[in-house]
């Protein structure tokens, strides 16, 4: 259901609240000096306020009026960070989205312009993540949503909320197609809705399926996929391309689509098996970015690249030992069944940097290594242009998706060394496999600008920032202030 967000300028009179069921307050920290600005029912509010002082950051009351309207009231420092004001939002809105109401209020009454502005996004973050209903296969499905309408009020300023509604419909996709169950998003069935959303955003798609992967020698792609029953895994290329004419390159989106990894013939246990649909939120997270840009409308072309497949067990399935050619001619020494995903993105980023984009940004749920450095609430970030590392971060710490870089010197290497081919693909031996996994694939960009992600936070228990389900979607919201806030395509640098 689209829901219709409406500003105002002012704050909420008594009668304007007497006719309001759910109600968000965000006031400033000075509330605790005894400093609160003029709003309805201030005295009901400072009386709870004085009951609980040191829960003074967030509580909830019922206002004495006719609809005994249910408010959530906190209070916010000026220097909140904007991971903690998303996590905080999450938080209000679960409680205000409850009773599924049809309504909801937002006030912000003493927030400066700016401040408002910022509270005011990420409270209709949170909304339209919580709102959406994520796939169920229970028989009793959840009550559909009923929210219509969101009142913003105390907008000194206008927002601008295009970017806040298609960062959210990104995320809502890409979490949307992580949550379905592996024999629902088989590869085949992933290409079928992504044909759809091809069509109704006028997308233009080409699949490179198994017979012609093979025709390629797309060797490394093809070993991960021929051990699956069925022939139906490949590679999808899709382009949005602005309705304006432009010379400018294209930004490349390239995502690890592994639709279930049981390890392959080096089985995962059952553990660590459990939870394998989710290892194609990369493809769904570059699909997500692609729909937010294209909300957007941005001025420059976008090339998205899915690598769908399964890693499964098999008489034909790879092994460890062989040795196989990738698309661009490098033989890999097959040291680890259960590292396919470095495989299907090797091929996969070389069908993405011989079109020549301006940079290239992948996304994988890749390695346990990097969720062992960072935990569940950052990810990795890896890339050849060092002089992007704060415009990384600071994309990271602006959007509330957070991020961290790790070195990717040319001294790795010598891990990867193999006596029968050009590269091992990974080591047997632990180490710092995050960043082994990001110098193997440093070998198939072509020294095109590039930026791996390795999603250690796609998946945290209680969900992250605004996001409320464990599988979080992350880096729609990134890359689209990475792309747009702090522009990296203008700041890339040509690698010789």
Known sequence: MKIQIKQHLSTPTGAELANTNQLILVLPESIKDGKWPNIAHKAELKARFKRDPEANSQFELDLPNKVATQTSVASISKDIALFDLLSLARKLVATQLKNNPINLSIAMPGLTSKQANQVAEALLSAVLAANELMPSFKSKLPAKRRLKTVHVFNQKQKLDTRVCIATSKGNNLARALTT??????????????????ARQHNWKMKFHNMASLRKQKAGAFVAVAQGSPDADAGIVHLRYQPKKKTNKPACSLVGKGICF???????????????MHEDMEGSAVALGTLLALTELKVDFPI????????????????????VVTA????????????????????????????????????YATLTGSCVAALGTTYSGAFTNQTHLLNPIINAGINSGERVWPFPIDKDFDSALDSEIADIKQCTISGGPDHILASRFLSRFIDNTPWLHVDLSSGNNKGGLAHIPTAITGFGVRFTVNLLLEEKILEKVKPID
């Open 180 to 197: 379905l169950p592996p024999n629902e998003l088989t590869p085949n069935n992933y290409r079928k809705r992504v044909t759809k959303l």
């Open 261 to 275: 990894d049981t390890g392959g013939t080096n089985l995962k246990p059952a553990q660590y098996m459990h939870g």
């Open 303 to 322: 090339d998205c690249w899915l690598a769908l497949a399964q890693n499964h067990i098999g008489p034909k399935a790879y092994k460890q030992n062989d």
């Open 327 to 362: 698309y661009n001619g490098t033989t890999i020494e097959v040291m680890h069944t259960d590292a396919e995903g470095r495989m299907v993105l090797s091929d996969t980023l070389s069908f993405a940097a011989k079109k020549k984009p301006a940079v290239i940004i992948d």
